[in-house]
Structure formats: C-alpha cells, structure tokens
C-alpha cells in the first residue's frame, strides 16, 4: 500500500522556499507543473514571466505525470489535462511558454 504523507518540517528540514533563488524558484516550479491542481498552477504561472522557463523542463512538464502511462495518474490529472487542453486557456498559459 503506497503511503501518502506530507509532513513538510521533515521534508525541508529548516529550509525556506525562497523564489528568488534560481535553484528553488525551478524546483519549485517543476513540482507544481508535475503535482498541482489547477489553482495553484495557475498562480504560480503569474509569478513567472510569460517567456520564463518555469520549472526543469518548461510547461511540458505539466503533462509528464498524466503521460507516465499509470491508470491512476491519467484518472487524477483528468480534469487538470482537460483543463489546459482547452482551445482558449492552451492558447493564454500555455503557448506563450512554449519557447522558454
């Protein structure tokens, strides 16, 4: 049985997130593509400029947890994918950040 827990003391162990460190601005970046919902994708997309690399690998990496090939992934992403797939909202968050 998989365990899912988030005791953030122990995961950062002491260590603060700060964004303008180009170290934590990408991590934080990549994780919220690959594990966020829809909210908090969209939030973080405003702290970036549209032609900023967001996280390791860009936006592409917001569709590498549903493209994983597990059932499980593509069920919970379903709604999210949808989401950004949209004609009207790939074109507004998406493409801008194709390039970058």
């Not at 953030?8 to 594990?35: A, C, I, M, N």
């Not at 860009?58 to 994918?81: C, D, K, M, N, W």
């Amino acid at each position: 049985e998989e365990e899912l827990w988030n005791d953030f003391s122990v995961l950062h162990q002491g260590e603060d997130t700060d964004l303008e460190k180009p170290e934590h601005r990408d991590r934080f970046g990549e994780k919220v593509l690959r594990y966020g919902g829809v909210d908090l994708v969209l939030r973080t997309l405003a702290l970036y400029r549209p032609h900023e690399r967001v996280g390791y690998r860009g936006v592409v990496s917001l569709f590498t947890e549903p493209l994983q090939g597990r059932t499980r992934s593509i069920i919970h992403y379903a709604a999210r994918t949808e989401f950004f797939l949209k004609r009207e909202n790939f074109s507004r968050y998406i493409q801008p950040r194709l390039g970058a």
